[in-house]
């Protein structure tokens, strides 16, 4: 699986932009996926995740009820909506994808877009 994230850029706190990752491969609507973050200086943490039907989801705390991810599994690709962005979400922004379990480390992911990255003016 081959994927490639999109959509990042400069916005102002209190914005809103639309990730997607898009991926390549006949099998994508069996892999979970999941959105990571990671700041100058800082770990890569979780942000959110889906599993490969869509029908679960998971949010770190710090984004709960701000950003949204859902799939599109005909078009391959998965979406975070961030709306209310404020200056800490600054950060590149990676999409990566397996086979396992939707809700884990960032470590168990197999396989990684490219990332994009996310400007929060303040």
């Known amino acids: 699986v081959q994927l490639q994230a999109s959509g990042g850029g400069l916005v102002q706190a209190g914005g809103s932009l639309r990730l997607s990752c898009t991926a390549s491969?006949?099998?994508?609507?069996?892999?979970?996926v999941g959105w990571f973050r990671q700041a100058p200086g800082k770990e890569r943490e979780s942000v959110a995740a889906?599993?490969?039907?869509?029908?679960?989801?998971y949010y770190a705390e710090s984004v709960k009820a701000r950003f949204t991810i859902s799939r599109d599994n005909p078009k391959n690709t998965v979406y975070l909506q961030m709306n209310s962005l404020k200056p800490e979400d600054t950060a590149v922004y990676y999409c990566?994808?397996?086979?396992?379990?939707?809700?884990?480390?960032?470590?168990?992911?197999?396989?990684w877009g490219q990332g994009t990255q996310v400007t929060v003016s303040s």
């Open positions: 990566a994808a397996n086979d396992k379990r939707y809700r884990t480390i960032w470590q168990n992911y197999d396989y």
């Open positions: 889906i599993n490969w039907s869509g029908g679960s989801t």
């Open positions: 491969g006949p099998t994508f609507s069996s892999y979970n």
